[in-house]
């Protein structure tokens, strides 16, 4: 998707004197000081976080009748089920509590719903089925937190329940359970609101054990899994967790997630918070999507590395079958989006869509059409429907405006869910459009990029490395957007069978090999040769026993160099020229005389193809105001044509009498840029 607004801080990255004294490398430095670090003190407990971040699992509201529930059932043996949810979150929070009760002699009962055929959480079918299985106590992970109907059927069989969960409650009201055990539920003051469905399982363990060191060494990789995978802030205890999970996959990996990694091909290199969100939860998420979570279970679990090798690979064809999937439905849907009127929402329904991939399309759909998009698979004469939002529509409140259309609906302001009858398909897409119209979407999607790059130099090799110490990134710490403006796309060249792009940069004499991921040769916006804005994360790309920097390109832009440099001829008082990097060098001076040689004549749209190659339109504007205001040259512009040419019979003259020239330069250097 091509965003439609650049956030670019153009003044000079601000490098605490604090932070480089204490040894931080300056680029480091600098994100620091974003991230509102700028002492040595507080970058030493941000980037070396310890156990001392962790807080007492007794702190959560509930904890204490959850373990003492608990106990009561490790001591009398009792038949335990543990019903997980059918997502990254979910799976990994239902393998760390099963293992660990049944290393505790209980007999285990891992149950995940059918996304499909149950769909999310607790349902009276399910407790149902696990009360004739013989089950007395249900631990739910993930889920429960509105399970209100479902908790008193179990508590009328005769069996407890102990919900823990991190979802919003959804009003006052919680389950009548033995315990519940949410650090979003009401009075409860735990300091950490942002832990995932993986996290408060966690912390039941650590309550259990009395401690947390044990439990850390044996669950932190799928704590830190689903965590990432289910978009936790990645800061204080969140972050201290992740780091300690990515640790021992890195080090010591179970053979699942060894073998995962090898299967898909991300093996050899670091494991990092990125490798999680774009490599290991698509695959372990995509048994969920196709009701295959028991493949998913089992490969977290198994010690067995041939065991662990056949459920890889069973679960890379999932995720293979699933991007098929996705892509059958994009295509159509995508194709039938075209003929709609594309001022109103997207809503689209189909019979052959698989339910669990058609969120995944919608989500797709909203970002390439930029509008809110609800997808419906319907089976008989009943649907089930998938919604995103774009641009700050809030769905959950257009939903509960078109109500009388739905049968059911849930979810929150930027997803959500639905049930609808086919009957009434037209009436909900008239009135979603008409309550659209009234209530626009207002927001625009950014590239909010940390700093701006005037000086190459600082992405040097020992500069970026160092950014791998604000690693695990990801919600609440991003990784580094950065922003280089006024540079050179000097090639582009189709990797990847054409899916993705190869580019070179150049800017003031340094070169950057770069990959735009997702992007092909005709969607790019520019050509070789033309001056662009980059948006990039800069990273160390290892090839060969070669290292090198390489910037991964968010997006890339054409730069508005017509408007500049007509600001610039047309004498206007712009910041815009000495924010650019592209006050002129004196050599820059001498290219510009020797082209003007005979005089030139062009559009503003031609002028960068009239000069040097190395030589930015807008620098060379910069340098005929000075050489017009030095008498050495003279220009006209009309507003679409320039033309230039030198004086006749002038001689040398000392550049430092330019008044333009010399304002610039203090300018520059009061903003630390000389």
Not at 235 to 248: I, K, Q, T
Request: charged share 25%; proline share 5%; hydrophobic share 40%.
């Amino acid at each position: 998707m091509r965003v439609q607004d650049w956030k670019i801080p153009y003044t000079q990255p601000e490098i605490p004197e604090t932070l480089t004294a204490a040894g931080y490398a300056p680029l480091l430095a600098a994100m620091l000081h974003v991230r509102g670090i700028d002492t040595a003190e507080q970058a030493k407990a941000f980037l070396y976080g310890d156990a001392t971040q962790l807080h007492d699992p007794m702190q959560l509201r509930g904890m204490d009748r959850a373990v003492e529930r608990l106990r009561r059932a490790i001591e009398t043996g009792e038949e335990v089920a543990v019903f997980g949810d059918y997502d990254v979150d979910g799976i990994t929070s239902t393998c760390v509590l099963t293992d660990y009760l049944r290393s505790r002699g209980l007999q285990v009962r891992a149950y995940i719903p059918d996304r499909i055929s149950e769909g999310y959480g607790l349902n009276p079918d399910a407790v149902r089925h696990l009360h004739r299985l013989g089950v007395t106590l249900i631990v739910s992970v993930d889920c429960g937190i509105t399970a209100i109907e479902e908790t008193r059927l179990a508590n009328t069989l005769g069996m407890d329940v102990i919900i823990t969960d991190h979802h919003e409650c959804g009003g006052h009201l919680v389950p009548e359970a033995v315990a519940v055990v949410d650090p979003k539920q009401p009075e409860c003051t735990y300091p950490n609101p942002g832990l995932a469905g993986v996290g408060v399982a966690f912390k039941l363990l650590c309550a259990l054990e009395g401690g947390c060191a044990e439990m850390l060494r044996r669950y932190g990789d799928l704590v830190a899994i689903g965590t990432v995978a289910d978009v936790m802030p990645l800061a204080g205890e969140n972050r201290f967790l992740v780091s300690e999970g990515l640790r021992r996959i890195n080090t010591c990996p179970r053979p699942g997630i060894q073998a995962l990694l090898e299967e898909s091909g991300a093996s050899g290199r670091p494991v990092t918070a990125t490798t999680i969100g774009f490599t290991l939860a698509p695959r372990i998420n995509a048994a969920g999507r196709l009701g295959e979570t028991k493949i998913a279970a089992k490969l977290l679990l198994t010690e067995d590395t041939a065991e662990a090798a056949y459920y890889a690979r069973a679960l890379c064809d999932l995720n293979r079958r699933r991007q098929a999937l996705e892509q059958q439905i994009w295509d159509e849907a995508s194709e039938r989006a075209e003929v709609f009127d594309l001022t109103q929402p997207l809503v689209l329904e189909s019979d052959k869509w698989h339910q669990g991939v058609i969120g995944i399309a919608a989500s797709r759909l909203s970002e390439a059409f930029h509008l809110p998009t609800v997808m419906i698979r319907f089976d008989g004469d009943r649907g089930k429907g998938s919604c995103r939002s774009f641009g700050g529509f809030n769905l959950y409140q257009a939903l509960a405006a078109c109500s009388e259309f739905l049968e059911g609906f849930g979810g929150h302001a930027l997803a959500a869910g639905l049930t609808i009858r086919r009957e009434n398909i037209a009436a909900f897409r008239r009135a979603f459009a008409e309550y659209y119209r009234e209530n626009p979407a207002t927001e625009l999607p950014a590239l909010d990029c940390d700093l701006r790059i005037s000086d190459p130099s600082l992405l040097s090799m020992e500069n970026v490395a160092a950014l791998q110490l604000l690693e695990p990134c990801g919600t609440a710490n991003p990784r580094p957007l950065l922003a280089m403006t006024a540079a050179r796309l000097q090639s582009v060249t189709p990797i990847g069978g054409g899916k993705h792009l190869r580019l070179t940069l150049q800017k003031a004499g340094h070169m950057f090999d770069c990959v735009f991921f997702s992007c092909t040769l005709d969607a790019l916006p520019v050509r070789p040769g033309e001056w662009v804005d980059a948006a990039f994360c800069p990273q160390i790309n290892s090839f060969r026993g070669r290292s090198s920097v390489q910037l991964l390109i968010s997006d890339l832009r054409r730069s508005d160099t017509p408007r500049l440099c007509a600001a610039i001829l047309n004498r206007e008082t712009t910041a815009a020229w000495d924010t650019v990097d592209l006050c002129p060098a004196r050599q820059d001076f001498v290219k510009i005389y020797k082209s003007l040689r005979g005089g030139i004549s062009v559009t503003l749209s031609q002028l960068a193809r009239a000069l040097p190659p190395t030589l930015h339109p807008a620098t060379a504007c910069i340098c005929l105001r000075v050489l017009e205001e030095l008498q050495l040259v003279r220009y006209a512009f009309d507003g679409e044509t320039l033309t230039a040419s030198p004086v006749d019979g002038c001689a040398k003259t000392d550049l430092s009498k330019s008044v333009l020239l010399v304002r610039l330069h203090r300018e520059r250097r009061e903003r630390g840029m000389d």
